[in-house]
């Protein structure tokens, strides 16, 4: 059982950048995989980040590869998101989920998610 919760999402200018933090509680935190994915208004939820169990492998949408950087530290039930270079069409509203071993694409692969937190980039 774990309960990811979001936070550090807001309000920035296009080229800005934003540093996402998931902590999620409970005592298993270590023995899942980590994912981001985001949800614009009207548009289908996307995947954009995941890190495996030990932060050995991961993987990363197209869309923000090389812009935005997964990390985790198991020490503090923590995994964050650096999105860098940050373009309008980065505005949505960003989930933290746990499950499994290996950072996944697939949304269905994530048991555990947080209520999200809303990033919006002005231009």
């Known amino acids: 059982q774990v309960q990811p919760v979001e936070s550090g999402g807001g309000l920035v200018q296009a080229g800005g950048a934003l540093r996402l933090s998931c902590v999620a509680s409970?005592?298993?935190?270590?023995?899942?995989?980590m994912g981001w994915f985001r949800q614009a208004p009207g548009k289908e939820r996307e995947f954009v980040a995941a890190?495996?169990?030990?932060?050995?492998?991961?993987n990363y949408a197209d869309s923000v590869k090389g812009r935005f950087t997964i990390s985790r530290d198991n020490a503090k039930n923590t995994v964050y998101l650096k999105m860098n270079s940050l373009k309008p069409e980065d505005t949505a509203v960003y989930y933290c989920?746990?499950?499994?071993?290996?950072?996944?694409?697939?949304?269905?692969?994530?048991?555990?998610w947080g209520q999200g937190t809303q990033v919006t980039v002005s231009s």
């Open positions: 989920a746990a499950g499994g071993k290996i950072p996944s694409r697939v949304a269905r692969t994530y048991d555990y």
């Open positions: 409970g005592r298993t935190f270590s023995l899942y995989a």
């Open positions: 890190i495996s169990q030990w932060g050995v492998s991961t």
